[in-house]
């Protein structure tokens, strides 16, 4: 473990907050107090939090439809994040985006996004504008295995490496687009083997193993702000979750064998284990932690339930640049 202490202890507080948060978005859309949908990224945290720890608070990341932990590992702000899922005004939204509108420019989050795929383009534009403006600032996209067989990610990929833009692709293959196996769907085993195409380095991690992911990031920034171009990254994980939250719970079209192994092997359990082996972590310190994250998402949905409703009148404010 080359990476301090305090640092260490950061990812795993990520990790949890993230995990913490979607635990209990997903039981407030069950207890019917979320208007819209959840996409739960229970099971992928590692992900978010190793690749978003190789970032600095100005560089860039565009996200998905599962997109709170990628927006709690940029450093959103848990209340105004909950509020936005309940519909209330002092959502990042004003309560007129849910889950999948959340951004916040402030700390380079460009945004959550309903289209598959969409936000590679996005990234690959605010990869341009970095380098247009001679910074060394890089964009990363996250995204699914089955966002990897649209046209945007193909066109995202070449225009990048054929300028030599700062991005990082960064693949998160659960396995699955909705119920479609990655199996049946990818004309390749692996997505990285698809970065030969665009003649960039592709790359597949142990997406489950944070300190794995956050190497292998750390490798494809240092490359990206030297200007060398893209990285294609690929994480291997698992979402524990359906696809989505859906009322009346009907069952997940996945067979669950390969979910229920996943969970023996959790990665924010692995990972306090080996803080506390590695002498970083007591169980104590880890437990504080858990405590101390309790206490921050009751704050978030105490927040969002006291947050009023959006207004009728307001429907077309924030909508229109003026
Ligand atoms: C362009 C487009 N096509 C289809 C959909 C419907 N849809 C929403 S999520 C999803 C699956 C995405 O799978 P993947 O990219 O692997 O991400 P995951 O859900 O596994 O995180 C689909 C097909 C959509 N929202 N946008």
Same mark, same amino acid.
């Given at each position: 473990m080359t990476l301090a202490p305090p640092h260490l202890l950061t990812m795993y507080r990520q990790m949890a907050t993230i995990r913490a948060f979607d635990a209990r978005a997903v039981a407030e859309f069950h207890a019917g107090n979320i208007p819209g949908v959840v996409h739960a990224y229970l099971g992928q945290e590692a992900i978010a939090v190793g690749v978003c720890a190789a970032l600095r608070r100005d560089d860039k990341i565009t996200s998905t439809h599962r997109g709170h932990g990628h927006t709690i590992a940029k450093g959103a702000d848990l209340k105004r994040m909950m509020a936005e899922l309940f519909g209330r005004s002092n959502g990042?939204?004003? &309560?007129? &985006? $849910?889950s999948m509108h959340i951004a916040d420019f402030s700390i380079g989050m460009l945004g959550a996004? &309903? /289209?598959? &795929? =969409? $936000?590679? %383009? /996005? =990234?690959? $534009?605010a990869a341009l504008a970095a380098k247009l403006a001679k910074s060394d600032g890089v964009a990363v996209a996250f995204f699914g295995d089955g966002a990897s067989n649209e046209g945007s990610f193909h066109g995202s990929l070449n225009l990048a490496a054929i300028w030599k833009l700062p991005a990082i692709f960064v693949c998160e293959n659960n396995h699955w687009a909705v119920a479609v196996p990655a199996s049946y769907a990818l004309s390749v085993s692996e997505v990285s083997a698809r970065a030969a195409s665009y003649n960039i380095p592709g790359v597949t991690v142990e997406g489950t193993d944070v300190l794995a992911v956050y190497e292998a990031a750390t490798q494809a920034v240092q490359r990206a702000r030297a200007g060398e171009g893209p990285t294609l990254l690929e994480c291997m994980t698992h979402r524990w979750r359906m696809h989505a939250e859906q009322r009346g719970n009907p069952a997940d079209p996945r067979p669950l064998s390969a979910v229920e192994e996943a969970q023996q092997h959790d990665p924010i359990t692995v990972f306090g284990k080996r803080l506390q082996e590695h002498g970083v972590a007591t169980a104590a310190t880890l437990a504080q /932690?858990?405590?101390? /994250? #309790? =206490?921050a998402i009751d704050d978030a949905v105490a927040f969002a339930t006291a947050s009023p409703l %959006? #207004? %009728?009148?307001d429907a077309l404010l924030d909508v229109f640049a003026s």
């Open positions: 990042y939204c004003h &309560g007129k &985006g $849910g996004n &309903g /289209i598959v &795929g =969409a $936000g590679m %383009p /996005i =990234a690959t $534009g /932690i858990e405590r101390e /994250i #309790q =206490a %959006p #207004q %009728p009148e």
